[in-house]
Every structure is written in structure tokens, then in C-alpha cells.
């Protein structure tokens, strides 16, 4: 299952962290580190990524949930907070949406939507990478996300952490999270019932290119948030880049405990 040497540790408070789309689970550890005794954590490595087991055909984020709960299971989580990044986020919603009475909080980090139809989203994935080789495609696209605040070991890191996938790896969870952006996303929010904080530091547009939320904070990913969980707590974090649990680790972490002892200052509809 989805485990490291600092996956679990038997406390008090359970929370999960789920890593995005060509990223890992090494992208918690100065959360991880900065967190008190009394919380107890699940890392989750998906299928396919670096250092876990691997993927074998298809993948939906349905089943990235349902391996989530699994990994829940396996490590006595009767209730939960989710935490997710990126793609991380979208498969923190579905297991809310799925397992209701399991999910106690999420604490979503700068999630959105890929625009466009699924097939041709991954075709030109598929271009992209086949022109400039995995290495290059890389460089290109982890360039694109705003790492500017990060050190040059850190940048190295997560483009190539992105390079050691498998490139048939990569585009399938590609084709997965865009197929649930188009088909799942607004009736996934629609049936949240937990209480939901999001931290977001950019937004993406229609050509798939990437911004600061300060400059264009309008975009699908809050509207419907917005829309559809109105009692959802959003933070906007400035100045930051699209990992910011890597350029501000304090600042989840602090979420994290703020969720679990119920100091996160949220109006929550009369869910029955």
C-alpha cells in the first residue's frame, strides 16, 4: 500500500496528504515536519509514481479515492482531514463526496480545472512530450507553475521527479483528472457535506497557462466552490507559486491543526 517511514504515526489526529499530477509524496515532508505529536498522518503514494507500486492499465480518480480509503483503512482511520494538492485536491472532493461520513475536513491547495475535452488534452500532452523528450517537456511545464520562490535544489527536484515518470503513467492520470473535471467535478462538490478550507495561490486559464490568483481570481475551480459550497473557507496566498505547501509549509501545517481543533472560523449550513 501507499506508505513511507513517515506515513504513520500513532497519535491522536488523523489527516491524509495526497500529491498532484506528476508530483510526490517527498512534497509533504516540511509539512510532515512541522506538525505536532498529536497528529497522525497517511501519505499517500499513487500507482505509478516514484517509489510506489505500479500502474497497471487504466486509472479514474474514482479508484485514486477508493486507494485512499484503502490506505485509510489499513492504518485504522475511522474519520479523516484530507489534504490534497493540484490533482491531490480533485481526488480529496470525490473522496468526500463517496465516503461522507469519513471525511471530517478538506484543505485544498490550489486546485483547478484542465480545460477542453479529455482526448484532446492528452494528445497534446502527448505532442508536447514526443517534440522536447521528458526531460525538456519537464523543464517546460514544472516552469510554468511559478516556482520562483523555491531554491534551485527544490526546482531540481519536481521537474525531475516529473522526468522519471513513465510517460504512459503520466498521461493517463492526465486523461483521468481532465475526464473528471469535465463529468464529475460540479456534481462532486454539489454532494460536500464536510467542511472545506481552501488555500490558493494561482489559477489557470482557458489556454491552460497558469497565474497568480491576485492578478485573475476568477476562475471554474472557485466559482463552483463557491457556488455549490458556500460555506467553504477560501485564502488567497499571495506571492506564492502553484506548490505552496513546499514555498509555505508553516502555513498548512498551521491549517492543518486549525482544522482539527476547530479554530478555522467557518459558516457551515445545516447539513442533515
Known amino acids: 500500500m501507499c506508505s513511507s517511514p513517515i506515513s504513520a504515526r500513532f497519535k491522536h489526529f488523523n489527516v491524509i496528504l495526497i500529491h498532484g499530477w506528476a508530483c510526490g509524496w517527498q512534497d509533504w515532508s516540511g509539512v510532515i515536519s512541522r506538525l505536532s505529536d498529536d497528529v497522525e498522518i497517511g501519505v499517500v503514494k ?9 500502474l497497471e492499465g487504466r486509472i479514474s480518480l474514482s479508484e485514486c479515492a477508493a486507494h485512499v480509503i484503502a490506505q485509510a483503512d489499513e492504518l485504522g482511520f475511522e474519520s479523516f482531514t484530507v489534504v490534497g494538492h493540484s490533482m491531490g485536491a480533485r481526488i480529496a472532493i470525490e473522496l468526500a463526496a463517496n465516503w461522507q461520513g469519513r471525511i ?9 480545472n484542465v480545460p477542453g475535452d479529455p482526448d484532446k ?12 523528450g521528458q526531460q525538456s517537456w519537464a523543464e517546460a511545464a514544472f516552469g510554468s507553475m511559478m516556482l520562483d520562490n523555491l531554491s534551485p535544489d527544490k526546482k531540481r527536484n519536481i521537474v525531475n521527479r516529473a522526468a522519471q515518470y513513465q510517460a504512459n503513467v503520466l498521461m493517463e492520470y492526465y486523461y483521468a483528472m481532465t475526464e473528471w473535471d469535465c463529468d464529475k467535478f460540479v456534481a462532486s462538490v454539489a454532494q460536500l457535506k464536510c467542511s472545506v478550507t481552501i488555500l490558493q495561490s494561482t489559477s489557470l486559464d482557458k489556454n491552460e497557462i497558469r497565474r497568480s490568483i491576485t492578478s ?3 476562475s471554474l475551480w472557485l466559482d463552483v466552490l463557491r457556488d455549490l ?15 505552496i505547501m513546499l514555498e509555505r509549509p508553516q502555513l498548512i501545517a498551521k491549517y492543518v491543526e486549525q482544522a482539527f481543533s476547530n479554530h478555522v472560523n467557518l459558516k457551515l449550513p445545516n447539513l442533515k
Open 46 to 54: 499513487l500507482p505509478g509514481s516514484p517509489d510506489a507500486v505500479p
Open 104 to 112: 471530517s475536513h478538506l484543505l485544498l491547495l490550489d486546485g483547478s
Open 121 to 132: 488534452a492528452v494528445a497534446r500532452l502527448a505532442n508536447q512530450i514526443a517534440q522536447l
Open 216 to 218: 485573475h481570481p476568477s
Open 229 to 243: 459550497a458556500p460555506w467553504s473557507s477560501i485564502k488567497i496566498v499571495q506571492n506564492t507559486g502553484h506548490f
